[in-house]
Structure formats: C-alpha cells, structure tokens
C-alpha cells in the first residue's frame, strides 16, 4: 500500500465534525477504495476550549489555519470554515501556493474566488475539489465536470438550498411560520453562519454560479445571476398556490438563450403534479438538459454534515487514487466570459397577488391593463378575507398568466399601480413548467 495521504482539517463544526467521524467509520473501506490510507493530522477550529464530541488529542491543533495549510506535515488542505474572504481564503490560497491540494465545501469563496484559485490550482499542478460546495451531498459536480463530457447541456436547474426547501415545506405541511421554520433549519445544521446567505437567495446564487461554469464552459460570474429570496412568501402564497395546483420552490436556473446565458434565482411556481414539486424537506434536486442524456435528474440530501462530509471524502478519494482533472473540467484559459441574457427577456407564466381596493371596476381594470400588454390571463380569482365585509378594505386578487415576458409583466403593473386600486406591492412569482 502507498503511503498514507495526510490531511489539514480547518474547521469542526457542523461539516468538519462529521468528516472526522466519516473518515474514522470508512477508514478501511476507504483504504481498499484508493490503495491509500487517509490520515488526519493536524486540525484548526477558532475555539480550542470548546466541547466538541470528537477525540481531537490524536491531532496537533493550529490556532491558525492559513499555517495549517503551510505545514509540511500534510498533503491535502481541507477547508471547512466558510466565508468568501478573510482566514478561508488566506488558508486556500496559502495551500495551493505551496501545491498541495485543496477540498473545500465553501461556495460563498468559489463563486467569489473561483477562477482566480482555479488558476493558482493550475499553476501549481494542485488539485482543488469542491464536490461539496453545492448541493449538499448529491454528487452534481462531477456529474457535469465528468459524467456528461460527451454532453452539450442547454439548462441546469433546481432545488438548491436545503434551508430554503426546508422552510417552505414545513411552511405549507406544518403551517409554522417562517421564523419558527428558520430556527429549526439552524438547530438542524442547515443554514449558514449568517442565515440572510439561505433566505435571500445569495447561497443559491452561488452554487448556481459554479454549476453555470461547469455546464457551459463559462467563467463564474455571481454578478450576472438575477436573485431574489423567499423571504417575501407568505402562507396565502403558499395556500393559494395549492389551491391553484402549483408549489413554491426557490430554484435556480441557468439556461443558453438565443439572448444568452440566462441566470435566475427565485421563488418559483412549480405545478404540484411536476417532479421537482415532490422534493421536500432539506431535499435538493437538480435537473440537467442536455442533448445526449435528454433529462437527467438527482436527488438527494442538500444539506446536513454526515451528507456534506460524504461528498468532501469523495473528492478526498479522487486525490487519495491521484485522479487530477482541470477544477471546471477545461483548461482555465478556455473558460470564456458568459454573454448574459437580461432578466427583462425571460418567458414564462407568472402568478401575480394583488391587494386590491375592494371597488367596482377594479378587477375589470385589471384584465384590461394585462389585455393592453397581450398578456393572456389562465385565471384570475377575488378572494375576500375570512370574516370582511364587502367594501371594508383591500382584498387578495390573484392572477395567473400565460406564457409572456417579464418585460410586459412589469409594464402592465406599473399601470395597474397607477390605477390606484392597489393597496400594498404586487408580489410576483414566475411560473417554471417543465
Ligand atoms: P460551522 O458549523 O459554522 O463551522 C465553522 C467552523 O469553522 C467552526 O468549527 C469554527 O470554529 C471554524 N472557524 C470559524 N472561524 C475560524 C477561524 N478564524 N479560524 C479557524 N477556524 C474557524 O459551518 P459549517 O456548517 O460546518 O460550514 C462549513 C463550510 O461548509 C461553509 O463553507 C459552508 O457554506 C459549507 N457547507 C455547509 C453545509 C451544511 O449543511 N452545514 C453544507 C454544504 C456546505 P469553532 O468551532 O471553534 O467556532
Ligand atoms: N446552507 C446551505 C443550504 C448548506 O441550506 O443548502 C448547504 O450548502
């Protein structure tokens, strides 16, 4: 058997933790596996004096990361802190300058950072493996960096932030709300150290920015996604989704257009009988097009340390056997800037919630300012709250719209506001047929 493959393990909370135990439980499969065994040697955490429910003595500690990543003492640098900038990035960039090779499950630095450590990776001749940067433990990025090389991918999409399939789940199955499904989403492990990163779409966006790059070839570019939370969904939105046959998921798209590459994180209407509706709970899903597989789909758990930790040994592994492939699966020279397709041209079907002024003529106003815009109507439901009278406030208006652009949509809004029928902002939700 070769020699063990040492690695520098930085951080040991929700995901360095459980890779110390998954390393410890498949030692000797892991061993048989890639001819190697996996050894760690040394590990950094912030906080020396904290009660970790790990045997840490067998491990020289490093109050500092970034000489963990510099120490003779191991071949591969694992970072498990998070964060774009700061020690995460000092640390990679320190390990990598002195060619060893990098896994790390932190998207935040590879949307940020990513061509840059690519390239260093690649001056060096030094791996740097992010199979857990998205999507949790689904095996996403080898799929699309490896698995579909004969493949052209037209669109990549889905379910890919756990805390947020979580909150909207419990949300509509257990009727809590979002600030009771948040807390459980952090007591479970499944948010980020700052939570607004989940819930405004930004940690979606991120991984969305490094699946773009895989599938076409692109340099990662976060600035050119169009991004938006969830934290403006409310329980009507959702009972009334349900009423209207459709979920509410946050997804993330990037699709080639004839206007470009296309890149979108939002809430999204998805209709309930679809596939991707069925995905609950901190469950991800991503879904590939592309012209030789058609349609392939995986499943499985976003978030969570055990599932993270097993991805971040996957990529330990491909080291451990010297398997080497480019980070983004080219050369980084022939990464190309993305031509980016402007949100405005976006077509689809939209799901639109009025708090309308409960007064003749308004809903008639209505149709009409989406008819002057050639936007065509599938439904549109008045609703009274339960318990009003009939003239006492504004009342929940809900559309539904054909296939239109989102150009028109917002032009006729912005008639139907200056109507003055409208109480409160519109809230706008774009409908994903598959
Ligand atoms: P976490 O539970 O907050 O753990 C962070 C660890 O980093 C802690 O052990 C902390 O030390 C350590 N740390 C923070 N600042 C440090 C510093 N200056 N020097 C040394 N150590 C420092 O985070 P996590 O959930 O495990 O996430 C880690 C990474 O994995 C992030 O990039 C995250 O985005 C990514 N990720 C997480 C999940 C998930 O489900 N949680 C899934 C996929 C990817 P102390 O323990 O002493 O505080
Ligand atoms: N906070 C992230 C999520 C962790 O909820 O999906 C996994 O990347």
Not at 32 to 46: L, P
Not at 97 to 104: F, I, L, P
Not at 177 to 201: H, N, T, V, W
Not at 228 to 248: H, K, N
């Amino acid at each position: 058997m070769s020699s063990p493959l040492r690695l520098g393990v930085a951080g040991l909370g929700t995901v360095g933790a459980a890779l110390l135990k998954l390393l410890d439980r498949q030692a000797n499969a892991l061993a048989e596996r890639t001819g190697r065994r996996i050894a760690v040697m040394a590990v950094s955490a912030r906080d020396r004096s904290k009660v970790r429910d790990l045997d840490l003595a067998r491990f020289e500690w490093f109050s500092d990361p970034v000489a963990l990543a510099g120490s003779p003492e191991i071949d591969v640098f694992v970072e498990l802190i998070g964060g774009a900038d700061g020690v995460a990035r000092a640390a990679v960039e320190a390990a990598l300058q002195e060619g060893k090779a990098v896994v790390t499950a932190n998207k935040a630095l590879l949307a940020k950072h990513g061509l840059h450590l690519g390239k260093l990776a690649e001056s060096k001749g030094a791996a740097l493996g992010f199979e857990a940067s998205v999507a949790g433990g689904i095996p996403i990025i080898k799929t699309l960096r490896e698995s579909l090389a004969g493949n052209s991918i037209s669109r990549v999409y889905g379910i890919l932030n756990g805390t947020c399939n979580y909150i909207l789940s419990r949300m509509e199955t257990e009727q809590l709300s979002f600030a009771q499904c948040l807390a459980e989403a952090q007591r479970l492990g499944y948010a980020e150290a700052d939570p607004s990163f989940d819930i405004g779409g930004y940690d979606t966006a991120h991984k969305l920015a490094i699946l773009t790059a895989l599938a076409f070839g692109t340099e990662i570019a976060p600035d050119s996604i169009a991004v938006e939370g969830i934290e403006q969904i409310t329980l009507a939105d959702i009972s009334a989704a349900a009423e209207l046959g459709y979920r509410i998921k946050l997804l993330g798209v990037a699709a080639r257009t004839a206007a470009g590459i296309e890149q979108r994180v939002h809430p999204t209407m998805v209709p309930r009988s679809s596939a991707i509706a069925q995905v609950m709970g901190v469950t991800n899903a991503v879904t590939i097009d592309a012209d030789a597989v058609q349609e392939l789909t995986l499943v499985g758990p976003g978030a969570g340390g055990m599932a993270t930790a097993s991805s971040v040994v996957a990529d330990i592994a491909d080291i451990a056997r010297g398997l080497h492939v480019p980070p983004f699966g080219l050369p980084m020279a022939s990464l190309t800037p993305p031509r980016r397709a402007a949100l405005q041209t976006h077509e689809g079907g939209y799901y639109i919630r009025l708090s309308v002024y409960d007064r003749p003529g308004a809903a008639a106003a209505i149709a009409t300012r989406m008819a002057e815009r050639t936007i065509s109507l599938e439904s549109i439901v008045q609703r009274r709250r339960p318990g009003e009278q009939k003239g006492a406030s504004a009342v929940p208006v809900i559309l539904i719209t054909h296939a239109t652009s989102e150009k028109l949509i917002g032009e006729a809004l912005k008639d139907v506001l200056a109507d003055g029928f409208i109480a409160e902002p519109p809230q706008v939700i774009r409908i994903e047929r598959e």
